[in-house]
């Protein structure tokens, strides 16, 4: 059979291709961790103004930007599975949900911690945190719109609505810092305008977002092989899993 | 970044429960995740295979 671009639409396909691109990934993941977290901590100098606390930079901004980004991912995929009718599509965006969640979490979690020496508060409601804390509820949100809705077809249409409307939330987000006068600091690495960090720190963060991607990837694929096989229950091809021991 | 002792390590320059607080909440979240998903998974696995029991297997030889 050729390969076409909608090949892997085929959940029995892409529960396969997840399956074996899993490891990979994981071992991408704890390569990047490794050489991510060497640089962050043996190489990366002390901070002048934080000191050594400044390290929970490391796994505060990946998780961040990982929260953000996933969110975007599941609105786009829960878009393309209700306009295209796409059921797979819909079953990703389910996946992706808790680990967008947990990313907000940890981001806002880590970032209490880190608050508390530097700041004097564990938490304030600036705009960038309050915007994350809404980003942490619409993931619960979508996650309970569509473990509430009985029909699953239906249930991806309504995710999808919350999903794509929540998603003016992200660039919020991300402009917070220069729209309002927020206690959170405010950009320091732009697009345009380079970094203003010294590079190792620099390149130990994103050394850690891309571990944290690979791990993202890893897990989202893991959870989707999971919806795949929850929603094709009775198809033949599910039933015959056990007896092809393909439960990693 | 050299470290002056393992000691001075841990410490984090005093900020050690700051920092290795945040990092082992981070660890537990991203350990737990994926071993909730493949727990996830091995249920599906499961469920979809016991679809295929068929209930009409009648078993009378209770007796021996």
């Known amino acids: ?7 892997f639409s085929s959940p029995p396909k892409f529960y396969a291709l997840a399956g074996a691109l899993v490891p990979w990934c994981w071992a991408a993941a704890l390569l990047l961790t490794g050489a991510g977290l060497w640089l962050g901590f043996f190489v990366a100098p002390i901070d002048a103004t ?24 599941m609105a786009f995929w829960a878009a393309v599975g209700w306009a295209f009718n796409a ?47 809404i980003l942490l509820f619409l993931y619960l949100g979508f996650i309970a719109l569509v473990e509430a809705i009985d029909d699953p077809r239906r249930a991806d249409r309504a995710g999808a609505l919350l999903a794509i409307v929540g998603a003016v939330n992200v660039p919020i987000i991300y402009f917070s810092v220069q729209w309002w006068n927020t206690l959170h600091q405010g950009a320091s690495i732009s697009v345009s305008g380079g970094s203003r960090m010294a590079s190792t720190m620099l390149t130990a963060m994103l050394l850690m977002t891309l571990a944290f991607w690979a791990y993202a990837f890893a897990v989202v694929f893991m959870r989707t092989r999971a919806v795949v096989v929850e929603r094709e229950r009775g198809a033949a091809w599910a039933m015959e899993l056990n007896r092809g021991g393909a439960t990693r | 970044m050299s470290w002056s002792s393992v000691a001075d390590f841990w410490a984090m320059g005093g900020y050690a429960a700051y920092v290795w607080g945040a990092y082992g909440v981070t660890l537990a979240f991203m350990l737990a995740e994926p071993l909730l998903a493949r727990r996830r998974h091995w249920r599906a696995v499961a469920a979809a295979d016991s679809d295929t029991d068929t209930d009409t297997d009648s078993d009378l030889k209770e007796d021996s």
């Open chain 1, 87 to 133: 059921r797979l599509a819909s079953m990703v965006a389910r996946a992706v949900a808790p680990t967008g969640a947990m990313f907000a979490l940890v981001a806002l979690w880590t970032g209490a911690i880190w608050g508390k020496p530097t700041w004097g508060t564990w938490w304030v409601w600036d705009a960038r945190l309050t915007s994350t804390l």
């Open chain 1, 1 to 7: 059979m050729p390969l076409t671009f909608f090949t």
């Open chain 1, 50 to 73: 934080q000191g050594e606390v400044y390290r929970i930079i490391f796994i505060h901004v990946p998780a961040a930007w990982m929260a953000m980004v996933l969110y975007l991912v």
